[in-house]
T-cell receptor
Framework: SQQGEEDPQALSIQEGENATMNCSYK?????LQWYRQNSGRGLVHLIL???NEREKHSGRLRVTLDTSKKSSSLLITASRAADTASYFC???????????WGAGTKLIIKP | DAGITQSPRHKVTETGTPVTLRCHQT?????MYWYRQDPGHGLRLIHY???????DKGEVSDGYSVSRSKTEDFLLTLESATSSQTSVYFC????????????FGQGTRLTVV
């Protein structure tokens, strides 16, 4: 079953602009994570936000979490061509040792 | 990428043949996972392991089996490959579902013809 759903499915912006991706989930979580996947590569962890946190920053990344709305957003500021990739959210629950994944947002940064 | 490798990276096989994919890690992680990734879907869990000889099913385990005879190796076997198992397979390590990140291999692209 798919817990996270990313929105939009695809996003194309100009280099230098900000990119915002959203993730919604269905059940209670203990953390939410964002990963990046470059074409033909494995997934790379970007940032983890715990259920008791509302916002977290890492370099040009800003993640927010609203547990009342069961949603999260990932903001990439001042986008670069190298940010072109697919971005996935994944949620962790206390009940098991698994992550539940969304279908991803494909981000294209145009030079 | 570091510390976890998958082999082979690409494989073409015929319907009905058994196929084994290997995941090898050097980080001594107790937990290891096999996922498949298909267009329009996120990662879907096939099986995972929480220790040597300790494994459990994920949401898409039918047609797959796994083995973990030592900490560093986690094998995924397609018992009789079907075209619906054409996919990209990812191995991951690290205790998932808790406040820790997952580390992924580079993936194996499997085509069943």
């Amino acid at each position: 079953s798919q817990q996270g759903e990313e929105d939009p499915q695809a996003l194309s912006i100009q280099e230098g602009e900000n990119a915002t991706m959203n993730c919604s989930y269905k059940t209670s979580i203990n953390n939410l994570q964002w990963y990046r996947q470059n074409s033909g590569r494995g997934l790379v962890h970007l940032i983890l936000i715990r259920s008791n946190e509302r916002e977290k920053h890492s370099g040009r990344l800003r993640v927010t979490l609203d547990t009342s709305k069961k949603s999260s957003s990932l903001l990439i500021t001042a986008s670069r061509a190298a940010d072109t990739a697919s971005y996935f959210c994944a949620t962790g629950q206390d009940s098991n040792y698994q992550l539940i994944w969304g279908a991803g947002t494909k981000l294209i940064i145009k030079p | 990428d570091a510390g976890i490798t998958q082999s082979p990276r690409h494989k073409v096989t015929e319907t009905g043949t058994p196929v084994t994919l290997r995941c090898h890690q050097t980080e001594n992680h107790r937990y290891m996972y096999w996922y498949r990734q298909d267009p329009g879907h996120g990662l879907r869990l096939i099986h995972y392991s929480y220790g040597v000889k300790d494994t459990d099913k994920g949401e898409v385990s039918d047609g797959y089996s796994v083995s973990r005879s030592k900490t560093e190796d986690f094998l995924l076997t397609l018992e009789s490959a079907t075209s619906s198992q054409t996919s990209v397979y990812f191995c991951a390590m690290g205790q998932q579902g808790r406040d820790t990140e997952a580390f992924f291999g580079q993936g194996t692209r499997l085509t069943v013809v």
